[in-house]
């Protein structure tokens, strides 16, 4: 059917974007971010 494909690239950008998020939360929990940025000096 028409849009089943974007609807398909849709639901692969949303997963790409919420894994990221995950992503980032984990490592503001566990505070690695911040000693990686500590560490580096940024």
């Known amino acids: 059917p028409a849009g089943a494909n974007a609807d398909a690239l849709a639901e692969i950008i949303a997963a790409g974007a919420l894994a990221g998020e995950l992503s980032l939360l984990s ?3 566990s505070r690695h971010l911040s000693s ?4 580096l000096g940024r």
Do not use: Q, S, V
Request: proline share 0%.
């Open 27 to 29: 490592a503001l929990a």
């Open 36 to 39: 990686a940025h500590a560490e």
